[in-house]
């Protein structure tokens, strides 16, 4: 009697299960239910996406190199008298014009100097004269015997000592002026005074290596900086007249200064298979300072009217590059291209794509081959166009163009992160997409 209540009751236990289990399934099925059916994206709808078309414009080409500011003069203001520091009227970091006073030592030393030279000088003179009245009555007695030749040689000859005294005397006072000058020590030219390194009351020597001060021209100044060495028949087979060079701040975000390229080094060096170049920059704002690191962006030509899309529009799959061009049905194609060219935040397009088709610039982590997608007309896609125009995508939406780099260049990339990360679905990349 137990043993058969036993298989009842586990009869009705088995009969539950089995109607739970089809009761839940038939929920699933029901549309509306909120579950999700079979297939990663089946439930997802379209894609929000955000879009461009391809375009053509002038690209320019540049080389980059880091760089470091060097001063177009660099001057140690040293003593070259010795004696005693009474001024110093300059002011410390400030701009001095040239033959501006910077120093000046106690010229009371140097002056007596000069003036015993010319009262030397004039003692000097004043014999001179008396020796040539002396050699003009000699050679007036000559003929009448009164005196010898040897006697109105002899005087000649003194005459001669006379005037080479009066020219060494003459020397000396040239040699004490110049000593004198160097108690006034002015700027060999303009530019900026550094720390002062001698206070004033020091004796100053001209045999110091410490100098007063050290002058720095920085308006012009110049930027050295080094490029492959494979560049260099770039930049001799470049258009005439001197290239430009960009100056920019290491995180390539603000452009310092326009200038020009003015050299470069004689050979390679070994070492590191690099040249060194040197630009010139006007500077008058004074955005560069000698020992400032930058960027340097030498720009060797332009390629004019190229195809191109926002670089953030190319990804990188198993078979090589690719983008997502959107068909007039809405859905996303993964079409291969061919870059030859990425400047900053515009990639160059020879292969692929023709001028006007519309490229996924943004959201391209959730999509694959033949997805549905959704175009956002509220964000900006950034195209990397030169102009900065805005530029028509397709359908109802219009894309604008953030222009060469900077902080606009990585919002798609931000957009594509987050994308990726909010869908929930495990976000692929644009790699992974290619080979889905």
Partial sequence: MRKTTLTVVASVAAASLLAACSHSSSDDAKPGSGKKGKGKFASDGPIPVTVIKASRQDVPVYLNGLGSVVAFNTATILAQVSGQLISVPFKEGDEVAKDALLAQ????????????????????????????LDLKRYQDLLPDGYVTGQQVDQQAATVKQDEALVQADQASIESARVQLSFTRITAPFAGVAGIRQVDVGNLVSSGSSTGIVVLTQIKPISVTFTLPEQVLPQIRNADAGPLTVLAVTRDNQTELAHGALTAFDSQIDATTGTIKLKATFDNQD???????????????????????????????????????????????????????????????????????????????????????????????????????SPMPASGDATASSSGGGGGDAAQPRHHRHRDGGSSGQGGSSGASGGSQ
Avoid: C
Avoid at 107 to 124: E, G
Avoid at 306 to 335: E, R
């Fill in 105 to 132: 030592i106690d010229p009371r030393p140097f002056q007596a100097s000069l003036d015993q030279a010319v009262a030397k000088k004039a003692q000097d003179e004043a014999t001179l004269a008396s020796a040539r």
């Fill in 286 to 388: 004074k955005k560069l300072w000698p020992g400032q690191f930058v960027n340097a962006r030498l720009l060797v030509r332009t390629e004019k009217q190229v195809l191109t899309v926002p670089s953030p529009a190319v990804q990188l799959g198993p078979n090589g590059s690719y983008v997502y061009k959107v068909q007039p049905d809405q859905t996303a194609q993964m079409q291969p291209v061919t870059v030859s060219l990425t400047e900053g935040n515009v990639s160059v397009i020879d292969q692929g794509l023709n001028d006007g088709d519309t490229v996924v610039v943004d959201g391209q982590s959730r999509l694959q081959q033949g997805s549905k997608v959704q175009i956002n007309s509220g964000h900006d896609g950034g195209s990397g166009g030169a102009s900065g």
